[in-house]
């Protein structure tokens, strides 16, 4: 379980406040058209102040891709453009340091599935800026892409793994250990129910092009993919929250109540995710998926209340089967930090919708991955031979990092895998012998005979996961022959682009350890892609190569 940053602490303060009793507001209309839900939503249907125009420079920057994304069906608005980023609130860790393998020799962290970061970076870029390095992080930008990873044999273990070795590209003494896990596709005949409730923030805050409309938009999609037996939901909250639909799986009536939702006022969030843990408690479904799925820009403003008990009640819920998704939108006041947190509090996985297009790939081409877990609490485990690997560092999942002894206490939370999922993690390792980062120690003792026993073995890799719905984890090992390293060449084809992204997220975050590898260098290691969203990595490779000049 990670703490909570002072950051989120500060951003979810009010969360609490007010929490509202499940009941259907009196003036359903009101809560639907933003008219007069109470004093806080007059405001609702007047019209936002047009936003001043992007700079030139800016606009130069950038005009390139936004005139292809337009053209392929992105979201790209004056608004988008020109917001200024700085009231954004983000949680960053500093890069994670270099271990000696003598001294630590296990790396223990729990899996990452969320790809938030990178859609925000990509927003970032897309309007002609860099993106703060808080909010950029490593093992989302590398989890934003699929990867040449074998199915599974079968489902009694719910996913395969795969481990490869490869000259760092950035550093011929050192070698990327990659390690890439698989989840089992589910058949949409085998889907089991979902009980959805949409919970959607009509506040003022919302009002931008960027924000509701890509909203509706996004949930809107969605509902096209529903079963017979899927039931959704809607809640809105604006000053006061409301239930705006019952559960149905009547597409018809689903766009209908999105399409007459507006923004305005101030957000009573607390009142709005009490009301919609009720309303998925009422309507539980037994060995389905009961989840909520929350769209907002994070910016909750009213009220006072604690934090500990914010979590507490996220926990709760998600420990009695009510998991949580937070899907973020919007620029300007964005508060990322509150979102990231939450979901993964929630044991649900946190998106950033910047697009249409993104949109349909999170809650469309990827409702499975998105919404039925086929593994929970995931944790991955190394341990590296130290007559083999002096030094090793991760690259990214720093605010993933658990203690050791938490790999094998089953109440330790950590994430969860969908069907379909797939979760990469890189180190970079020195093998023995090698240069490393940090010099050779005067009193260093030999190395262990263990090690040197087992000549063999560069590392040993576990894996621990619990099945849905059960208490106890059940346990992978593979071991890492030392034979990757002495035949290892640069990375080629599916792992040099896996590289290639890494390379990017560390750079983003003024890695120095990168010995000054180029956008250049970066793009170059990643071209020759056919599928359309690595040829966007690439050229959105060369937006901060030439914003970085600039």
Not at 191 to 220: C, H, Q, Y
Request: aromatic share 8%; net charge negative; glycine share 10%.
């Amino acid at each position: 379980m990670r703490l909570v940053s002072i950051i989120a602490v500060t951003s979810v303060i009010a969360l609490l406040a007010g929490c509202a009793s499940y009941q259907k507001p009196e003036a359903e209309e009101s809560v639907l058209t933003g008219a007069r839900h109470d004093e806080n939503v007059a405001d609702a249907a007047r019209p936002s102040p047009a936003p001043p125009p992007p700079p030139a420079s800016r606009v130069a920057a950038t005009g390139k891709i936004m005139r292809e994304q337009v053209r392929l069906g992105y979201h790209v608005s004056p608004v988008m453009v020109a917001t200024d980023p700085g009231r954004e609130r983000y949680d960053g860790k500093e890069v994670s340091p270099v271990h000696l393998t003598r001294a630590e020799p296990v790396s223990t962290f729990s899996v990452d599935v969320d790809t938030g970061a990178y859609a925000n970076t990509r927003r970032f870029l897309t309007q002609g800026r860099m993106p703060p390095r808080d909010a950029v992080r490593s093992e989302e930008l590398i989890n934003y892409f699929r990867y040449d990873y074998p199915m599974p044999d079968s489902r009694k273990a719910p996913f395969s793994i795969t481990t490869d070795v490869a000259v760092t590209p950035w550093n011929p003494k050192t070698r990327l250990m990659r390690i890439g896990l698989r989840g089992y596709d589910l058949a949409r005949e085998s889907r089991p129910p979902a009980n959805l409730i949409f919970l959607m923030d009509v506040s003022g805050s919302m009002r931008s092009a960027d924000k509701l409309p890509l909203v509706k938009t996004a949930l809107a999609g969605l509902a096209g993919e529903l079963g017979r037996k899927d039931r959704v939901s809607i809640v809105v909250y604006a000053g006061a929250a409301g239930l705006v639909l019952e559960p149905t799986n009547d597409e018809r009536k689903i766009r209908g109540a999105l399409e007459r939702l507006q923004a305005g006022g101030s957000t009573a969030g607390a009142a709005g995710l009490k009301l919609a843990y009720n309303i998925a408690r009422d309507n539980f479904i037994e060995g389905g998926v009961n989840r909520i799925l929350i769209a907002t820009d994070g910016d909750f403003n009213v009220g006072l209340s604690d934090t500990d008990s914010l979590i507490e009640m996220i926990e709760h819920e998600r420990d009695n089967g009510i998991t949580l998704t937070t899907l973020g939108f919007g620029s300007g006041n964005y508060n990322e930090a509150m979102m990231e947190q939450i979901a993964d509090h929630g044991n649900g996985n946190y998106a950033y919708i910047d697009s249409a297009l993104e949109a349909r790939k999170v809650l469309g081409e990827q409702m499975q991955s998105t919404l039925f877990t086929i593994a929970q609490d995931v944790k991955i485990q190394v341990e590296f031979n130290p007559a083999q690997v002096s030094q090793y560092r991760l690259l990214g999942y720093e605010n993933r990092a658990l203690r050791e002894e938490d790999f094998d206490n089953d109440r330790v939370d950590a994430g969860d895998i969908g069907a379909g999922h797939q979760v990469t993690a890189i180190y970079e390792i020195v093998p023995a012998g090698n240069k490393g980062w940090i010099g050779p120690r005067r009193y260093d003792d030999p190395l262990p005979k263990a090690g040197v026993g087992k000549a063999s073995e560069l590392a040993h890799v576990k894996l621990r996961y619990k099945l849905p719905n059960r208490k106890t984890s059940s346990l992978i090992e593979r071991t890492v022959p030392t034979s990757l390293v002495h035949r290892s060449t640069s990375p080629t084809g599916d792992f040099a682009f896996a590289a290639a992204v890494a390379a990017f997220g560390q750079r983003l975050r003024g890695d120095e350890m990168l010995n000054g590898f180029t956008y250049d260098e970066i793009a170059g290691l990643a071209r020759g892609q056919t599928d359309f969203w690595r040829q966007e990595f690439v050229r959105l490779v060369g937006v901060a190569g030439s914003l970085e000049e600039g």
